[in-house]
């Protein structure tokens, strides 16, 4: 926990923005302080919750918004040498040493990826690489040339990547890859042995949100690879019943909220995430005793409800990926064409009987029955940063 004084500077800070009247005169714990939402934000877009004078703000970053407007993160100085610090900690955690290629594919700009492991990447002394998103057949041709050690990048971006090492012949053993560290969008265990076998890697999660800073927030240690460690020298982080508000116990799936400890130009009290996961406070096998957040089921927003069964994206990706010649790129259309909501997944792959193996993996893992579609490889849309798994056809 971190000590009552730095809770202390954080609510001063946020009495000086208009969420601070909110705050109630005796507060003494955490749980007595009210949430921010995202609600919150747009309501004070662009820089209404920024606590310092314009001159001090040295970057402005953005989520994509793909719902509105988009969310805006400002940075002093500070702020982006604790951005930095808490890269730093997350790669040197996963085993990025001084000199080692660090092959950037996060897209760079008003998204967070690119440039927050940049920094970090440069703190530890890595020979960093901005390549950015896209121009995949060249990522593949950098990746071999350049000989990258460690790749970055979402999940469904490095698949991509290998794809493109498939298609210009450069073999595993032409490759120096070690290590990969994946975020930005949810993924699953299926998911990691997908991508550790196609590039030879090992394969980590790494979360964050503009919101509380960007990357960084947590990652995971290659030793236990069991849950994200939490910086929790910066964020504060906690779980809650997304419906009542009240703290979710350990181990038990909620919504992920964090308080910002550090942060100077926004900082965010209790701030809901939307994403959802569970905590686990036991001491890792790696040896540090920071809590863990379990990886990310999906944003509470994704969840479907298909006759009754509540699912997210990644459980239909979960049994997908244990079907054989299922290839590991997928698509949800959710439709509503009567009454109810209807599911179609579409999947690539090969084989005989594959649709209904399918359908059979998915009624058994999530308990519904969905209409499947397999398509020829390479027909699903790639993407070049965050996928997008669920097409609704709903509105
Ligand atoms: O996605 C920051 C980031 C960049 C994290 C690169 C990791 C790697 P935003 O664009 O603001 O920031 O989107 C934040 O992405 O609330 C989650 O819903 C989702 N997300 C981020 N990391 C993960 C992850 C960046 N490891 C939103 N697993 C968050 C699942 C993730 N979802």
Redesign the pocket.
């Known amino acids: 926990m971190p000590t009552r004084e730095a809770l202390e500077r954080v609510v001063e800070r946020v009495r000086r923005t208009p969420l601070g009247e909110r705050i109630p005169a005796g507060w003494e714990a955490l749980t007595d302080l009210p949430f921010t939402t995202k609600e919150d934000l747009r309501r004070h877009y662009p820089l209404g919750l920024v606590t310092v004078p314009h001159e001090q703000l040295r970057r402005i970053?953005?989520?994509?918004g793909s719902r509105g407007k988009p969310?805006i993160?400002a940075y002093t100085q500070h702020d982006l040498d604790v951005w930095s610090e808490v890269m730093a900690d997350c790669l040197t955690m996963a085993g990025v040493q001084p000199g080692m290629v660090l092959h950037n594919a996060?897209g760079y700009g008003l998204?967070?990826?690119g440039l927050?492991?940049h920094q970090g990447a440069e703190r530890i002394g890595a020979l960093t690489i901005p390549v950015s998103g896209g121009v995949t057949a060249r990522q593949a041709l950098l990746l071999r040339d350049l000989r990258g050690q460690v790749l970055?990048s979402?999940p469904s971006y490095a698949l991509h990547i290998a794809q493109g090492l498939r298609e210009a012949g450069i073999g595993p053993d032409e490759l120096a890859l070690e290590i990969g560290?994946?975020?930005?969008?949810?993924?699953t265990e299926g998911m990691r042995d997908q991508l550790e076998a196609e590039l030879g890697l090992v394969a980590l999660?790494?979360?964050?949100?503009?919101?509380i800073v960007?990357?960084?927030?947590?990652a995971e240690c290659p030793e236990g690879r069991d849950g994200?460690h939490v910086m929790e020298d910066h964020f504060l982080v906690e779980v809650i019943d997304p419906e009542t508000g009240a703290p979710a116990p350990d181990g038990t799936d909620g919504e992920?909220v964090f308080t910002t400890l550090t942060k100077e130009a926004m900082p965010l009290l209790r701030y809901r995430?939307?994403?959802i996961a569970s905590l686990d406070r036991e001491p890792c096998v790696c040896g540090r005793a920071s809590a863990r957040m379990s990886?990310?089921r999906?944003?509470r927003d994704d969840m479907l409800i298909i006759r009754g069964v509540n699912l997210y994206p990644s459980q239909i990706e979960e049994a997908l990926l244990h079907v054989d010649g299922v290839a590991p790129h997928y698509q949800l259309i959710v439709e509503r064409p009567g009454q109810l909501d209807e599911l179609t997944v579409l999947c690539e792959g090969k084989g005989a009987n594959l649709a209904s193996r399918v359908k059979e993996a998915i009624r058994e893992q999530v308990g519904v029955t969905v209409r499947v579609l397999v398509r020829p490889l390479g027909e699903i849309p790639r993407s070049e940063g965050?996928a997008v798994r669920v097409v609704d056809k709903r509105t």
């Open positions: 970053h953005a989520s994509s969310t993160a996060y998204f967070t990826g927050g492991f970055c979402t560290l994946f975020g930005a969008e949810p993924w999660n790494i979360y964050g949100l503009s919101e960007g990357p960084g927030v947590a994200l992920l995430t939307g994403d990886a990310v999906g944003r965050k």
